[in-house]
């Protein structure tokens, strides 16, 4: 796909409630000539002053903007994880808009494609008490037990949370042209998204969708990161 000496930079995108600390040891299964550069949005780590977005377009346009720079510039990719994955989608398309290099690849794990309603919550968050809402992010794995065990850290979350899970069960995707850019999905087999359902995303490109499937849950890319790092590595720099 590209020059194995050429730079390619690895943009990341979080989940739900997570900060780009999530892919803090990522970049250490890539060879040099991959960066991976893990994205904050608003509201939270380094940018937790900054007010909490509850559109998922309007965090898509955050993203873009971070990522535009290196996309005028270099090669990139882009990788999600669940609500990221959307992320990841929506930033491809804005670049598409707006006239800019697509994504060597487009990487989204644990998400169904626009329109698959199947990580949505049992009803609009804003109806949950703050126990159902730790009880329905509990369910889904992944959290840490000094987070689990702390009111003060659950307080400090639960905001951004309701603000996530409102952006991703409110958004209403347009329909928009298929990109240019292949697809990957990774997926847990434990997980709520089905195969079929992950191959949905082939609706999404006219260059290739793939669907990889690891052992796990939701949150299955925790002991997965050398063999997603292998899967992407092949993608953008395939043998031969």
Known sequence: MTDMTAQTTLFCIPHAGGSGQYFAKFGGFFPQNIVVRPLELPGRGRRCREPLLESLNALGRDVFAQVAPTAQTGAYALFGHSMGALLAFLCAQEARRQGLPPPLALFVSASGAPGCRTSSLPRPPHDLSPDELWEHVMTMGGTPQCIAESAELR???????????CAVNDWRPEALPPLTTPVRVFRGAQDHLTEAEARLWERQTCAG??????????FYVQDHWADLAANMTEALFPAG
């Open 155 to 165: 307080r400090y979350l639960a905001p951004v949370l309701y603000a996530d899970f």
């Open 209 to 218: 969708c793939r669907v990889q499937t690891f052992s796990g849950g939701h």
